[in-house]
């Protein structure tokens, strides 16, 4: 063990602002950068990069091991580099994207996949990850919902933290394990109309129930390091906000771990006009609590000098400069700097057959199947297999922000088709690009030629992996008119035909939902998707995802969301009446709800059953449903428990998930799930800015979102 406060009292001033310093790996890489380069611009001397304290965003190991080495040559201290990257949803085999996960409604799933990212992580030189990112979004016009588990606090939180415990495992010595670093605190996705970088503007109340407990359950998981966001959250930008940073962060939730600032966020203040002056944008993110500048150098140039004229205490620097080198003690970097880097670039720990199984089942438990007539699964006696569309054959496949992965090492969907139906006859035809301007119809009469004759199509539609994700905002998440048009034609040809989808985001699938019998929605599925999209559309695999984000009906009703209060005047779906709270051109519901998705199974829900109808604030009752597998096909539900509050003196949400179990059935198993509820179930923030329950009626469903079923009151005595 190295003696922190011994290190700590033999460094300048100036070496302890290199360890909150975060740069580039291109500073450090291109040797010319102290005359032509990134040094100019961040005012920095070769003398001050030998302080620097952690590196970002270098893309192979070869890379870290070099800066590592050279910087422990420099360094007067020694102190090792701490290295960081965005391992979001894997680091070279790519599993779903994390909105995807959360539709497995599966914690397993999520542990396997993180575990098997830090492993492939450490031998890429990854020490700490910027994820989970657990940002709540209800709006899909925003690109970055992809990273998110979706709009349910409980289930955000639940995969958040499911999320840190995989990463960081029971020791940081231990080399399987990388530190975590939850983002963006806070309330990023709540960005303005959907625009990302945009403002967030929303009451402490909304913030509290539904914005901030997934951050607060991975503090509670034992996050490492937390990054504040880009934004400002109402009127002020996170890094120089107290209610968060100090009142929420600190005081209430205690958090003690190393917090950074996202990329240049220090210096975003100067843009967000909360100060014309880099220096105060110094002291302002410091004094809030931000550790570590992540790519500005404003700490290195002024805080000597604000700390000369005591606007920040030396105490305080070392206190925040005694987390980072804390940080580093629990990851081992004292005694291994280099903590399984593979300098060959070429670890056979990466896209191993184990890795890929995983990351195929994976993607097969996040698929969704949105609708189904019948006509899936398909026979795999078929002789004839049209697939068609802008992602019939691409390893585009993997979505945004994939790290290493590498289109190239995706398994198509034609490929997952060819292992899956060695006998059968596949035709190929893109039929259109996936642009959301492509008019291209040229490939049309080739598609349509293709269907005419095939005993099944496949019509593989979507939106291009990168528009969505970091910057990539829509004002039109409608599935491409295009697209669409051959949907149409193909259709006419042959009616035996599914749509399988892919997106970032929940797009808006109406009109295909009109077109086509059958849709199963993969998302961005990753280096496996191919197979997982054949064994799902032939019935090798039962589908089992459940929606994680509603998908809108029109991307005029974003944002949309399921726990929505109380909406006055609603009458029955269907046309729009005057009066009655509805859209002229579409009823407020979504397409499809949150916690929608269909099985090739078929489960019945026979009963909810309450232990008792009444409960005091020290009882617990216990909840039982009965679910039927009435079919001769085996597969997964995920039971769901929902509680609305009837009356209280805020409005309550209509309906609010607060429990989920995902099973296995049998053909014909007959399964009765229990839920126990207690008191803190029922509470929600108060006006009086407290968590509290009301006595009084509460509806227990079952079910999902929108199609609640078997409801019981159960009322709360105080
Ligand atoms: C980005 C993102 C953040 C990421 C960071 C480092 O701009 O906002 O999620 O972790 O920079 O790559």
Redesign the pocket.
Same mark, same amino acid.
């Given at each position: 063990m190295t003696d922190l406060k011994k290190l700590l009292s033999q460094m300048t001033v100036k070496e302890k602002l290199g360890q909150l310093t975060q740069l580039n790996a291109r500073v450090f890489i291109d040797t010319q950068a102290d005359i032509t380069g990134p040094l100019l611009n961040l005012k920095l001397t070769k003398e001050d990069l030998t302080t620097v304290g952690s590196v970002?965003?270098y893309w192979k190991p070869s890379e870290m091991v070099a800066i590592q080495r050279q910087h422990l040559k420099d360094d007067r201290n020694k102190i090792p580099m701490v290295f960081m $990257? *965005?391992v979001i949803h894997g680091y070279r085999t790519i599993f779903p994207l994390p909105l995807a996960l959360g539709c497995s409604f599966n914690t397993d799933v999520v542990t396997e996949c993180t575990k098997m990212a830090a492993r492939e992580a450490v031998a890429g030189g990854v020490q700490v990850t910027?994820t989970p $990112?657990v940002d709540y979004v209800r709006d899909a016009r925003w690109g970055r919902v992809m990273?998110s588990c979706g709009e349910d606090a409980l289930l955000n939180s639940t995969m958040g933290a499911a999320q840190v415990k995989a990463f960081q495992g029971d020791d940081l010595r231990n080399k399987e394990n990388i530190a975590a670093c939850v983002?963006?605190f806070a309330a990023y996705g709540g960005a303005d109309t959907g625009l990302d970088y945009s403002p967030v503007d929303i009451s402490e109340h909304t913030l509290r129930e539904h914005y901030l407990p997934a951050y607060k359950a991975c503090i509670d998981a034992g996050v490492e390091m937390l $990054?504040t966001s %880009?934004t400002a959250v109402n009127g002020v930008p996170s890094n120089a906000n107290e209610w968060l940073m100090k009142k929420i962060l600190k005081d209430e939730w205690g958090f003690s771990g190393v917090v950074i600032s *996202? %990329?240049s966020a220090v210096k975003d203040l100067v843009e967000h006009a909360i100060t014309p002056s880099e220096k105060e944008a110094a002291e302002i993110a410091f004094n809030n609590g931000v550790d570590i500048e $992540?790519v500005s150098t404003f700490y290195m140039s002024h805080i000597e000098e604000l700390i000369a004229e005591g606007k920040i205490s030396e105490e305080k620097l070392d206190e925040a400069v005694l987390r980072v080198l804390e940080l580093k003690e629990k990851l081992g970097l004292f005694e291994d700097p280099y903590r399984g880097a593979c300098e060959t670039d070429d670890s056979e720990v990466w896209l191993t057959e184990e890795n890929r199984d995983i990351a195929r089942r994976a993607a097969e438990e996040c698929a969704i199947l949105l609708k189904n007539d019948g006509t899936l699964p398909f026979s795999k006696d078929v002789k004839k297999v049209a697939l068609i569309g802008p992602f019939a054959d691409t390893g585009d496949i993997i979505g945004f922000w994939a790290c290493s992965g590498r289109p190239s090492e995706s398994i198509t969907v034609k490929e997952g088709l060819r292992r899956l139906l060695p006998g059968a006859e596949i035709i190929v035809e893109k039929g259109c690009g996936y642009e959301f301007n492509d008019t291209d119809k040229s490939g049309f009469a080739a598609a349509v030629e293709a269907a005419k004759g095939a005993d099944a199509v496949i019509l593989c539609l979507g939106e291009p992996q990168d528009y969505s994700g970091?910057g990539n905002s829509r004002v039109d998440i409608s599935l491409h008119k295009i697209q669409l048009e051959l949907a149409r034609e193909i259709v006419a040809v042959n009616k035996n035909t599914a749509a399988l989808t892919f997106s970032g985001r929940p797009l808006v699938l109406s009109e295909l939902d009109e077109t086509v019998p059958a849709i199963l929605h993969m998302w961005f599925p990753g280096t496996e998707g191919g197979n997982a999209a054949a064994n799902l559309l032939f019935g090798e695999v039962n589908p089992s995802g459940k929606v994680s984000m509603s998908f809108p009906r029109a991307t005029g009703q974003c944002p949309i969301y399921y726990n929505r209060t109380k909406v006055i005047r609603q009458g029955p779906t269907g046309p729009h009446t005057k009066n009655v709270a509805s859209f002229i051109e579409c009823d407020m519901t979504p397409l499809y709800s949150f916690g929608h998705g269909l099985s090739y199974s078929s489960f019945k829900y026979e009963s909810l059953e309450l232990s008792s109808d009444k409960m005091g604030v020290d009882d617990k009752v216990t909840v039982k449903i009965t679910v039927h597998n009435e079919s001769d096909v085996p597969g997964k539900e995920t039971v769901m428990l929902y509680m609305r509050d009837v009356f209280a003196s805020n409005a309550r949400p209509m309906q609010q998930l607060i429990a989920f179990k995902k099973l296995h059935f049998e053909a014909g198993e007959r399964r009765t799930v229990e839920f126990t509820v207690d008191e803190p179930m029922l509470r929600f923030w108060g006006n009086d800015h407290k968590k509290i329950s009301e006595a009084g009626e509460f509806e227990i469903s079952t079910g999902y979102a929108d199609h609640l079923i078997h409801t019981k009151s159960l009322w709360l005595e105080k």
């Open positions: 970002l965003n $990257m *965005d910027f $990112m990273e983002k963006h $990054m %880009y *996202d %990329y $992540m970091e």
